[in-house]
């Protein structure tokens, strides 16, 4: 029965890949945090079909995490993590303890959670090289949640130059990430096909996430009105008149009903991220969601067509 390689440090596993390369095999990255369910299954079977070797890297990156936000708290179940990866296919797996330096003071103590954003003083030393995609990291959740992308950008270029993969496959359920690694690779010339999967939902619709472990039996069931919500915009979209503004209102209005507390609703260009006043037919328009259930952040996203009135 094959095993699942696992690789904790940084040179053990580009080793690995450049092994597998030099043999002539094509290399897939699925970088995800761990926590792994079904949405995490179709990234690596979707990794599969484009590549020989698949490489699934865990990691809560910590700095795309501030101080007040559930860093601490991020679920996790490794070995369970390392059985579906191998039923999956997967050949192996990198999960390093951390991918920062800490520094000329010795941090060890509190790991990770020293590189949390805002989590202390800077240590002279420290891991001080960032990445930001300037203008696509500004919206959506770069609002509420300014040092996200940076952190993203930064952690998937560290995996690339580590990983060293022909292809990397994301979820476009965080779909501003997705489209912020895009433009990353294409401005930096990375050499990386970027591959976008859809969301995956469970049987009620609620797109899948790690996080809806954390939500109580009661939010569990609210929150199923994010995806309602998006359904009925899409068809808004795709078939009424209805303007950007006013699909922006009814969708946050039917969230606070739901029981949730919004961070927002976007109404955007797909591509570029821009907010829309107007829409053009044959636009592809995303709707995008943040919304908190509990203490528990969830988003989601629809990307619609607008057809011709």
Not at 121 to 130: Q, S
Not at 221 to 246: D, F, M, N, T, Y
Request: hydrophobic share 40%; net charge neutral; with cysteine.
């Amino acid at each position: 029965m094959p095993e699942l390689l696992q690789f904790k440090d940084a040179n053990s596993m580009r080793d690995y890949s450049r092994q597998q390369r030099q043999a002539g095999k094509r290399i897939a990255l699925v970088p995800t945090m761990g926590y792994l369910h079904a949405g995490h299954m179709s990234l690596v079977q979707a990794a599969r079909d484009r590549a020989d070797v698949v490489i699934a890297s865990i990691y809560v990156n910590p700095t795309q995490f501030s101080r007040n936000e559930d860093f601490g708290v991020y679920p996790k179940a490794r070995k369970d993590d390392h059985r579906k990866l191998l039923a999956a296919g997967c050949a192996a797996v990198f999960e390093p303890a951390s991918l920062y330096y800490s520094g000329t003071v010795s941090s060890d103590s509190a790991g990770d959670n020293a590189n949390v954003v805002g989590a202390g003083e800077h240590v002279v030393g420290a891991h001080e090289t960032f990445i930001q995609v300037e203008q696509l990291q500004k919206g959506l959740c770069g609002v509420s949640r300014p040092h996200f992308f940076r952190g993203v950008a930064t952690i998937v270029a560290k995996l690339f130059n580590i990983v060293e993969p022909d292809v990397a496959v994301f979820g476009k359920k965080d779909y501003q990430q997705w489209r912020v690694i895009c433009r990353m690779v294409r401005d930096l010339d990375f050499d990386v096909e970027v591959v976008g999967i859809a969301t995956g939902r469970e049987e009620d619709g609620i797109a899948m996430s790690s996080r809806n472990a954390l939500l109580t039996p009661k939010d569990r069931q609210r929150a199923v009105c994010i995806s309602q919500a998006l359904k009925w915009a899409e068809g808004q979209i795709s078939h009424h008149e209805a303007a950007p503004s006013g699909i922006q209102h009814e969708v946050t209005d039917r969230i606070s009903k739901g029981g949730g507390r919004v961070d927002y609703v976007s109404v955007t260009d797909a591509e570029n991220l821009q907010e829309l006043k107007q829409f053009v037919a044959g636009q592809e328009v995303l709707v995008a969601i943040a919304a908190f259930f509990g203490s528990v952040r969830l988003i989601d996203n629809v990307v619609a067509i607008k057809q011709a009135g």
